[in-house]
């Protein structure tokens, strides 16, 4: 599975005098497997883009290929496309409303009329992803819950349509530290086991930085910058110019550069910092 953005465009509101242009003919490809950091400032065009990779826009001008197959055309079937690419808006769970976790995850492949023993199984092995005990979970209702346990439930619902893309906006939002650590981790262990795209929009840099294989920057409805993460945190002045800033660890990592050349600077990782400090460390003590 694959996916190729071409010269895509959006205009809202077009032809009328509050016309604005969200996205500027990007173009972009993630390949199978790869787990995308998208990053950008508010109003950068983060939230439009997604919305068009599972048909809740459509553009105004260019194609998104999945698989060898463009989804923009008139012909095809949002449904399908949407048992194909999960999309998880910020905050889901304010979107669940059965009586029982297992009704609300249940939800959407009963929608595909699959089988029971099917729904059952993949409510099960999707609940089991995010980290949550079926037996002793699948019967209580998701408001008896926290609220880092209600969004596990929201993602499990995505999760239960089997999607070979994952798009996650903002998943951590409102959650406390423990709380983010927990999703992000049980983010990272379904991309580990399904090799599936996973695109996370974050404002976390820390968060982005521990997770993604490859970074994708949008300020004003363009592609900005797009690379491996220390690639990308690199262009600290850049990064600040548009509004953003690269992880806590390498503004102290090229702080320490000044007071000494041989520190690295391109570290965005609190492992690698602190393997870097010790040697830097030695160095002095054996100076």
């Known amino acids: 599975m694959s996916l190729e953005i ?19 003919e990007i173009s972009a490809e993630i390949k199978e497997g790869e787990f995308i950091g998208l990053i950008g400032h508010t109003g950068s065009g983060k939230s439009t883009f997604i919305q068009h990779l599972n048909g809740l826009l459509k553009p ?3 194609s998104i290929i999945l698989d060898g197959l463009n989804i ?12 194909k690419v999960g999309l998880v808006f910020q905050y889901p769970e304010y979107q669940l409303f059965e009586e029982t976790i297992y009704k609300d995850i ?16 993949r409510v099960k092995d999707s609940m089991t992803q995010v980290g949550l005990d079926y037996e002793k979970m699948k019967d209580l209702s998701p408001f008896e819950l926290s609220g880092g346990q209600r969004r596990r439930v929201a993602i499990a619902g995505v999760l239960a349509m089997k999607p070979d893309i994952l798009i996650l906006d903002e998943p951590t939002a409102g959650l406390d530290p423990r709380g983010r650590d927990e999703i992000l981790s049980q983010i990272n262990k379904v991309h580990l ?35 491996k993460p220390r690639e990308v945190f690199k262009e600290i002045d850049f990064l600040e110019s548009i509004g ?33 400090i010790l040697k830097m460390l030695r160095r002095r003590k054996d100076a």
């Not at 071409?6 to 500027?24: R, V, W």
Request: aromatic share 6%.
């Open 106 to 121: 249940a939800f959407g492949p009963k929608n595909l009329e699959l089988s029971d023993s099917i729904i059952a199984k």
């Open 60 to 62: 105004t001008s260019g």
């Open 193 to 227: 086991q399904t090799k599936n795209i996973i695109i996370l929009v974050s404002h976390s840099m820390e968060d982005i930085s521990r997770f993604a294989d490859r970074i994708i920057v949008m300020d004003k409805g363009t592609i900005a910058l797009s690379g």
């Open 72 to 83: 923009t055309k008139k012909e095809i079937k949002l449904k399908k496309l949407r048992e």
């Open 6 to 24: 071409k010269d895509l465009s959006h205009i809202y509101m077009e032809g009328t005098p509050f016309e604005f242009q969200a996205l500027k």
């Open 244 to 276: 953003l800033a690269a992880p806590q660890v390498t503004y102290l990592m090229k702080g320490l550069k000044e007071k000494d050349p041989e520190v690295r600077d391109d570290i965005y990782t609190i492992e690698e910092a602190k393997e870097e």
